[in-house]
């Protein structure tokens, strides 16, 4: 297994257009988060999959936001009408389920909106 | 409202001493604390966690420190080395939220030779 991969590496997009980033997991991990980190700060949690049961979502997290994994398999985050406070490092993690593991972190995705 | 606090943003300290790095939180639910290094274009890489009903976990070089009274953890690296300089995240779970964390804003870790 390769661990956690999250395309595209980077992403660059103008103000309104809609993006979409995918995450493939280590498939043997039941659970699957979308993180987001700016610049100086920690990586700061927007939602989680149980396979391919969404169970939380960020309050906040816009209504511009949705994340999906269908067949408890990859991810994929979209941001509809990107604006520029949406430039980040999204990053995609996953884990076994059953109590607390660390995170096995993909390498990131870096959005920046002009 | 920040739960989980790393208030030192870097730390500078010669190869073969100690390093300490230190978290704080609020959340009285939180049972388990983990630690992440992470380098530069990279995402984190979980290094080691403790669980609340411990009070200390060691793993090679690497060891964390609980107090829960003092809401208080902490990292200990010994003897520190060159490679070890990145950023470090503390965070925190409660086994009651399947495994989501709360992370702090980090500190850097910077080892010179």
């Known amino acids: 297994d390769t661990g956690v991969s999250q395309n595209p590496r980077h992403k660059i997009t103008k103000r309104g257009q809609n993006v979409t980033f995918r995450c493939d997991p280590i498939?043997?991990?039941?659970?699957l988060y979308w993180y987001r980190q700016t610049l100086g700060q920690g990586p700061e949690f927007l939602t989680y999959f149980q396979n391919e049961a969404q169970l939380e979502k960020s309050r906040l997290l816009s209504d511009r936001f949705s994340a999906e994994r269908p067949k408890g398999s990859f991810s994929t985050l979209e941001i509809q009408r990107t604006e520029q406070g949406d430039s980040a490092m999204y990053l995609c993690a996953s884990s076994p389920s059953g109590t607390v593991y660390g995170y096995t972190f993909g390498s990131g995705t870096r959005l920046t909106v002009v | 409202d920040q739960q989980v606090k790393q208030n030192s943003p870097s730390l500078s300290v010669q190869e073969g001493r100690i390093s300490i790095l230190n978290c704080d939180y609020t959340?009285?639910?939180?049972?388990?604390f983990l630690w992440y290094k992470k380098y530069p274009a990279e995402g984190p890489t979980f290094l080691i966690s403790i669980s609340s009903i411990k009070d200390k976990n060691e793993d090679g070089r690497f060891t964390v420190f609980l107090n829960k009274s003092a809401k208080h953890l902490s990292l200990h690296i010994v003897p520190s080395q060159p490679g070890d300089s990145a950023v470090y995240f503390c965070?925190?779970?409660?086994?009651?939220?399947?495994?989501?964390?709360?992370f702090g804003d980090g500190t850097t870790l910077t080892v010179k030779p």
């Open positions: 965070a925190a779970s409660g086994s009651t939220n399947a495994g989501k964390s709360t």
């Open positions: 959340n009285s639910m939180f049972d388990y």
């Open positions: 498939s043997e991990h039941n659970r």
